[in-house]
C-alpha cells in the first residue's frame, strides 16, 4: 500500500537533456501519455506529469535517447538545476551500456 501526501495524484516535473528529435518526442509523449512540456531551452525541455505514472516517463525516456537530469516537485528547482548546468558548461553524455 502506498500512502500519498496530500492530494491523490501530485505533480513532478522532469528536467530532460535530447540529444537529438526533442520536436518529435515532445509530440510522442503528448499524444501517448499527455504528458506536456512545460519550458524548453535548446535541447533542454521540463515536462510534467504525476507521480504515479512518472517511473515509466523516467523509462521511457531513457529508452528513446533522453537524460533525465533533475525530477522535482517544482518547476523552479528544474529551472535552476537548467542555469546550473548551463553556467558551468557540464558536457551531458548518454550513458552507454556495454554488453
Do not use: A
Not at 491523490?8 to 504528458?35: A, P, Q, T
Not at 515509466?56 to 542555469?83: H, Q
Request: net charge positive; proline share 2%.
Amino acid at each position: 500500500m502506498c500512502l500519498l501526501k496530500g492530494s491523490v495524484i501530485r505533480k513532478r516535473y522532469i528536467l530532460v537533456f535530447w540529444e537529438s528529435e526533442s520536436e518529435k518526442m515532445d509530440k510522442y509523449l503528448y499524444n501517448y501519455y499527455e504528458i506536456k512540456r512545460k519550458y524548453k531551452k535548446g535541447n533542454f525541455s521540463i515536462y510534467l506529469c504525476n507521480q504515479l505514472n512518472k517511473s515509466t516517463i523516467c523509462g521511457l525516456i531513457t529508452r528513446k535517447g533522453g537524460n533525465i537530469l533533475t525530477v522535482s516537485g517544482t518547476i523552479k528547482k528544474c529551472r535552476k538545476s537548467l542555469s546550473y548546468t548551463m553556467e558551468n558548461n557540464i558536457h551531458l553524455t548518454p550513458s552507454k551500456e556495454t554488453p
